[in-house]
Protein backbone atom coordinates (compact mmCIF):
# COMPACT_ATOMS: atom_id res chain seq x y z
CA UNK A 1 0.00 0.00 0.00
CA UNK A 2 1.22 3.42 -1.02
CA UNK A 3 0.86 6.42 1.02
CA UNK A 4 1.75 9.87 0.40
CA UNK A 5 0.36 12.61 2.59
CA UNK A 6 1.29 16.37 1.36
CA UNK A 7 1.38 19.53 3.89
CA UNK A 8 2.48 22.82 3.84
CA UNK A 9 -0.31 24.41 2.01
CA UNK A 10 -1.53 27.75 3.23
CA UNK A 11 -2.99 31.34 2.46
CA UNK A 12 -0.15 33.47 1.37
CA UNK A 13 -0.35 36.67 -0.53
CA UNK A 14 1.04 37.63 -3.86
CA UNK A 15 4.71 37.70 -4.09
CA UNK A 16 4.93 34.99 -1.23
CA UNK A 17 6.21 31.85 -0.92
CA UNK A 18 5.18 28.12 0.34
CA UNK A 19 7.24 25.28 0.40
CA UNK A 20 4.92 21.92 -0.04
CA UNK A 21 6.11 18.75 1.32
CA UNK A 22 4.66 15.38 0.19
CA UNK A 23 6.20 11.80 2.64
CA UNK A 24 5.82 8.88 1.24
CA UNK A 25 5.15 5.61 3.03
CA UNK A 26 8.44 3.49 1.70
CA UNK A 27 11.27 4.16 -0.66
CA UNK A 28 10.72 6.47 -3.20
CA UNK A 29 13.07 4.54 -5.49
CA UNK A 30 10.19 2.08 -6.38
CA UNK A 31 8.74 5.07 -8.51
CA UNK A 32 10.08 6.37 -11.75
CA UNK A 33 9.02 9.68 -11.03
CA UNK A 34 7.48 11.60 -8.66
CA UNK A 35 5.54 15.29 -9.21
CA UNK A 36 3.02 18.03 -7.97
CA UNK A 37 -0.11 18.42 -10.10
CA UNK A 38 -2.91 21.20 -9.39
CA UNK A 39 -6.35 21.63 -9.50
CA UNK A 40 -8.34 24.93 -9.39
CA UNK A 41 -11.98 25.20 -9.82
CA UNK A 42 -13.65 24.17 -12.81
CA UNK A 43 -10.18 23.25 -14.32
CA UNK A 44 -8.55 20.26 -15.25
CA UNK A 45 -5.80 19.01 -13.21
CA UNK A 46 -2.50 19.82 -14.58
CA UNK A 47 1.36 19.08 -14.37
CA UNK A 48 3.10 21.43 -12.14
CA UNK A 49 6.38 19.93 -12.30
CA UNK A 50 7.62 15.98 -12.34
CA UNK A 51 11.80 15.26 -11.03
CA UNK A 52 12.23 11.81 -11.71
CA UNK A 53 14.73 9.31 -10.22
CA UNK A 54 17.57 10.37 -11.92
CA UNK A 55 17.06 13.52 -10.74
CA UNK A 56 15.69 15.31 -14.33
CA UNK A 57 13.17 17.84 -13.81
CA UNK A 58 10.60 19.97 -16.22
CA UNK A 59 7.67 22.49 -15.34
CA UNK A 60 4.54 23.87 -16.93
CA UNK A 61 5.50 26.41 -18.80
CA UNK A 62 3.63 29.03 -16.38
CA UNK A 63 5.63 27.96 -12.90
CA UNK A 64 8.98 28.11 -14.77
CA UNK A 65 11.74 30.59 -12.88
CA UNK A 66 9.53 30.45 -10.07
CA UNK A 67 8.83 26.60 -8.97
CA UNK A 68 11.70 24.30 -7.62
CA UNK A 69 11.22 20.74 -7.05
CA UNK A 70 13.39 18.78 -5.10
CA UNK A 71 13.74 14.91 -3.07
CA UNK A 72 15.58 13.77 0.05
CA UNK A 73 15.41 10.09 -1.02
CA UNK A 74 17.16 9.12 2.38
CA UNK A 75 13.57 11.16 3.72
CA UNK A 76 11.36 9.74 0.90
CA UNK A 77 9.99 13.26 1.04
CA UNK A 78 9.31 15.48 -2.32
CA UNK A 79 8.97 19.07 -2.35
CA UNK A 80 7.49 21.76 -3.73
CA UNK A 81 9.43 25.32 -3.01
CA UNK A 82 6.78 27.87 -4.93
CA UNK A 83 8.26 31.49 -5.16
CA UNK A 84 6.81 34.55 -6.03
CA UNK A 85 3.28 33.34 -5.85
CA UNK A 86 0.38 34.53 -7.73
CA UNK A 87 -3.30 34.02 -7.46
CA UNK A 88 -3.58 31.84 -10.54
CA UNK A 89 -1.34 29.66 -8.74
CA UNK A 90 -4.46 29.09 -6.13
CA UNK A 91 -5.36 25.60 -6.47
CA UNK A 92 -5.15 22.14 -4.67
CA UNK A 93 -1.68 20.57 -5.47
CA UNK A 94 -1.82 16.79 -5.60
CA UNK A 95 1.30 14.95 -4.95
CA UNK A 96 1.86 11.92 -7.55
CA UNK A 97 3.99 9.22 -7.56
CA UNK A 98 4.42 7.03 -10.85
CA UNK A 99 4.95 3.41 -10.61
CA UNK A 100 6.65 2.45 -14.09
CA UNK A 101 5.31 -0.48 -16.54
CA UNK A 102 4.87 -3.35 -16.63
CA UNK A 103 2.40 -2.58 -13.25
CA UNK A 104 2.42 1.04 -14.73
CA UNK A 105 -0.09 2.98 -12.06
CA UNK A 106 -0.49 6.37 -10.80
CA UNK A 107 -0.61 7.32 -6.83
CA UNK A 108 -2.09 9.99 -5.70
CA UNK A 109 -2.02 11.86 -2.18
CA UNK A 110 -4.96 13.70 -0.44
CA UNK A 111 -4.12 17.51 -1.85
CA UNK A 112 -3.36 20.61 0.03
CA UNK A 113 -5.12 23.61 -0.70
CA UNK A 114 -2.63 26.63 -1.82
CA UNK A 115 -4.68 30.09 -1.88
CA UNK A 116 -3.04 33.22 -3.39
CA UNK A 117 -4.53 36.81 -2.37
CA UNK A 118 -4.53 39.66 -4.20
Known amino acids: QVRLVESGGGLVQTGGSLRLSCAAS????????MGWYRQAPGKQRELVARITNGGSTNYADSVKGRFTISRDNAENTVYLQMNSLKPEDTAVYYCNARRAPPSAYDFWGQGTQVTVSS
Open 26 to 33: GSIFRFNA
